[in-house]
């Protein structure tokens, strides 16, 4: 079984320029997260969709962050503009369907560079 | 604000010894609890999840639950040097909603 793709797996930019993740979680999948890791820190939750729903975005920045997930199964998370604190690595992870044990599957995340 | 703690560490462990690793959380109405192992530059890999008090053994792994005391450990016994890497402690505080401490690294040395 395919565990979470993403891509790109690293990324430079500068500030004030738009940067994009792509996310393609396991198949049968329907829960999808992404996270934000910093350094030294635990995964912190941005973006939570239930299928095409986004039920959690409590913590996206919302003025500069936006996600979506259409049809349900690839997704999409984008910083326009981009500052010096965004470079962090970007995780997104996939929990099936059907239970409520929470378990999430990780992919290998993004590592972005905001010079 | 719930919270997860874990003791960041470097935990330094000989070679075959057992590791220890301990979390405490802040939320009484957690019911699901994991474990993670994130190498260094890699994304963190679920090994353990415990669900209900005593204990739940995975091969050399041991998930330990106490929901009285808010307190959930690891346990690796015959610690390898591949064992090296920060452990982190993850919590769900709500309807698939997980969040997770800053993590112990846990160094075996030979």
């Known amino acids: 079984e395919a565990g979470v793709v993403q891509s790109p797996r690293y990324k430079i930019i500068e500030k004030k320029q738009p940067v994009a993740f792509w996310c393609n979680p396991i198949s049968g999948h329907n829960t999808l997260y992404w996270y934000l890791q910093n350094l030294g820190q635990g995964p912190e939750l941005l973006i939570r969709y239930e299928n095409e729903e986004a039920v959690d975005d409590s913590q996206l920045p919302k003025d500069r962050f936006s996600a979506e997930r259409l049809k349900g199964v690839d997704s999409t998370l984008k910083i326009q503009p981009a500052e010096l604190g965004d470079s962090a690595v970007y995780l997104c992870?996939?929990?099936?369907?059907?239970?409520?044990?929470?378990?999430?599957?990780f992919g290998p995340g993004t590592r972005l560079t905001v010079t | 604000q719930k919270e997860v703690e874990q003791n960041s560490g470097p935990l330094s462990v000989p070679e075959g010894a057992i590791a220890s690793l301990n979390c405490t959380y802040s939320?009484?109405?957690?019911?699901?609890f994991f474990w993670y192992r994130q190498y260094s530059g890699k994304s963190p890999e679920l090994i353990m999840s415990?669900?209900?008090?005593g204990d739940k053994e995975d091969g050399r792994f041991t998930a330990q639950l106490n929901k009285a005391s808010q307190y959930v450990s690891l346990l690796i016994r015959d610690s390898q040097p591949s064992d090296s890497a920060t452990y982190l402690c993850?919590?769900?505080?709500?309807?698939?909603?997980?969040?997770f401490g800053s993590g112990t690294r846990l160094s075996i040395r030979p």
């Open positions: 992870a996939s929990s099936p369907d059907g239970t409520t044990d929470y378990e999430q599957y």
């Open positions: 415990i669900y209900s008090n």
């Open positions: 993850a919590v769900n505080v709500g309807a698939s909603k997980i969040i």
């Open positions: 939320d009484r109405g957690s019911q699901s």
